[in-house]
């Protein structure tokens, strides 16, 4: 009987000893999840500011100004996201030794520089003068791109060559831009893409190109993903056919005003969720009196 209260004694000594080394253990684990913790908000931190960084960049690649086009009015509107990096870029490019100009809309959904760098590239756009066709271009662009890009990114690019004296548009759209037409007592038609991706077309399935002949106040809008996937708080998504409402919402509106009005619409239908995705809008209007002018010289 005498042995039992030193048998008591001994486990308890010996569970003790087991919670002592417990609580070291958790000690040990505490502090290495709370280094843990400092390192990822660090890292966050680092991220946000280089998210911040590439966003202001990208920003600040994005033309301010359209060039002034004879015989076209154009339009344009670029609102950043509030959070993330989604990389939209457009700008109008004359042709050298041409009656011919460029438009370009581009967007990449990735938190990676790669966005920064296809806005970099179509900025300096080093071989535009190079390529005899939209599809061409576009097909060079994809080649360069994939080196630098991740299979699961998301690149989107339209590409439209307008030739001032035959008022043809070669074009080529890889991705999900929307890209309108309307004649002027007309409705919207939507232009249709020429390969799901920029980064998905392959060798045995290059890029296609579309041709549009342009006529007298013809109407081409041109909206980045950002536009159409704008969510509302109930998970909803703005969509082509608020575009295409807001776009026609006065038939007689000059390309500025329908411009504003997309926008507006689109703010407005998600303005009780944060913006994640760059919104970009362009719109291009064939001025009347120059065609006729065209049309009576020939």
Not at 2 to 31: C, F, H, M, T, V
């Amino acid at each position: 009987m005498k042995q039992a209260p030193n048998l008591l004694k001994q486990k308890i000594s010996i569970l003790e000893d087991k919670i002592k080394k417990k609580e070291q253990l958790i000690k040990k684990y505490r502090q290495a999840l709370t280094d843990s913790n400092t390192r990822v908000t660090n890292i966050a931190k680092e991220l946000a500011e280089s998210l911040s960084i590439i966003r202001d960049i990208n920003k600040n690649l994005v033309p301010v100004r359209l060039p002034s086009i004879s015989g076209f009015e154009l339009s344009c509107k670029f609102l950043p996201a509030k959070r993330g990096v989604s990389g939209d870029f457009f700008d109008i490019i004359p042709i050298k030794n041409s009656m011919k100009f460029g438009i370009i809309l581009s967007s990449c959904n990735t938190y990676s520089l790669t966005s920064l760098f296809l806005s970099s590239f179509l900025k300096s756009a080093p071989s535009i003068h190079k390529h005899k066709t939209a599809k061409d271009f576009v097909s060079s662009v994809a080649k360069k791109i994939k080196i630098s890009a991740h299979k699961k990114e998301q690149m989107h690019l339209f590409y439209g060559v307008i030739s001032r004296s035959s008022f043809e548009m070669d074009y080529c759209l890889a991705g999900d831009i929307f890209a309108g037409h309307k004649r002027e007592k007309g409705k919207f038609n939507i232009l249709p893409p020429c390969a799901e991706s920029l980064l998905q077309a392959k060798v045995k399935t290059p890029f296609k190109s579309g041709k549009l002949i342009l006529e007298p106040k013809d109407t081409l809008l041109i909206c980045s993903p950002g536009v159409k996937y704008r969510e509302n708080k109930n998970g909803n998504f703005f969509g082509i056919k608020n575009i295409i409402k807001s776009a026609e919402k006065k038939p007689a509106a000059e390309v500025l005003e329908m411009r504003q009005n997309v926008l507006f619409a689109c703010n407005e239908f998600g303005k009780n969720k944060v913006n994640k995705r760059d919104c970009s809008v362009l719109a291009v209007k064939v001025m009347d009196a120059i065609l006729r002018l065209q049309n009576s010289s020939n």
